[in-house]
């Protein structure tokens, strides 16, 4: 079984923390982090992503805030025993994202080809970055 | 000057353990990658490590030459180890964070026992135990010498007539100083291994990194090894001549003195191990040759 893994991309206006607590959320919600999984330390995770601490730590705040991890002093940050998000809402919570995308997209005036080829490559650079 | 023969003999057995090391291959295991990102880390750290190496070999050789009675060649083996944490603490604060748009990290929780070295690092928790026991014990035995310098000897009434002090004995004339210089290793060293179990893992071979990070706390160990002790074979060897040569000691001074006598070897062998660690690095290998 392969390291989940996490993605932030520089220049996307999503903060980084956004970003990581999106991508945690997701894990956790579909079951790929389960119950009881120990989060990385906020300075491992800050060093492997080049980011400052607080902005791992606010990523962190924000699981916490929605009773997703646990954190305890010395024992570090823990995956809460959550009921795992039922595949239903996985997929309303999947059209809700297309569904802001596709109006973006519109705005900027881009036909279905073109909003078809920026889902390809951002689907190719996560794959990219997960195997570098 | 009995120092300078011993320090001479002690470096040819270090220098005979290294080049036996080398030719049975015991070290060079631990590879490195030859290209990418991960060479540059190897080589960044490597430079720190080879320059506190250097430094200390300097800063060594002045203590030894300096200092007031032994302060100063008791000072140079630590010293010399506290140089080489530090080179390590230096080469890793030079390796670069993550560049570039597109960053990704594996989500795994690195800790310290994963990279610490299963037998050397349980052995020098050992010694460093050991020679703490050592400088309070020895330092709660002594007694001021003969121009009234505190804990350099240890003194002994033999008979209503007669008493019997011996020296120089490690008490807290030498022992102060020592455990400041160990405790700041210690400090140095916690500082070393966190930077390099937190450093920013380097994705294009994960076991080449792991191998990279053992082989970086390795030394690490191996320095904190050789700041204990050289310490411990030399406050031990002098503490176990006053204690079983001193008039009718009492049963714990002689307990002590013939358990040193056990220490004393394992702790040389030990100290030997951890020299001949820093001075032979682990030998490069191409990035193909560990999958």
Known sequence: MTTPSLVVDTTDPTPPYEQLRRQLTDLIGGGTLRAGARLPPL?????DLGLAVGTVGRAYAGLEAAGLVTSRRG???????????????????????????VRDARLLAADDDEVRAALRRALDRREQARAT | MTVLPLAVLILLLTVTVAV???????????????????AAVAVTTGRGRLAGLLVGVVVGVVAARQGLLGRG????????????????????????PPQ???RAAGIEVRRVSDYLPRVLGPAVAAGTVLLGVLLVL????????????PGRSLARVCSATAGEARGPWPGSYYSLPLAGVVLFGLVVAGFAVAKVVVRPREGENAQLDDALRRSSVTTVTAAVGLLVTV????????????????CAPPVIWSVVGCALLVVIPLALGLGLWCAALLLVPARPVPAGAVR
């Open chain 2, 138 to 149: 020895t330092s709660a035995w002594g007694s001021e010498d003969d121009l009234g310098r």
């Open chain 1, 75 to 101: 024992a570090g940050t823990r995956v809460a025993d959550v009921v795992r998000r039922p595949a239903a809402e996985l997929r309303r919570s999947l059209d809700r994202h297309a569904e802001t995308f």
């Open chain 2, 100 to 102: 570039g748009t597109m």
């Open chain 2, 231 to 246: 310490p411990l074979v030399g406050a031990g060897a002098f503490a176990a001549s006053g204690l079983l040569g001193i």
């Open chain 2, 20 to 38: 036996l090391a080398t030719l049975t291959g015991v070290r060079g295991r631990t590879s490195v990658a030859s290209t990418g990102r991960l």
């Open chain 1, 43 to 47: 300075r491992q995770l800050a060093a």
């Open chain 2, 73 to 96: 060649p008791m000072l140079a083996a630590p010293l010399l180890a506290l140089c080489v944490l530090l080179g390590v603490v230096v080469g890793e604060l030079r390796v670069p």
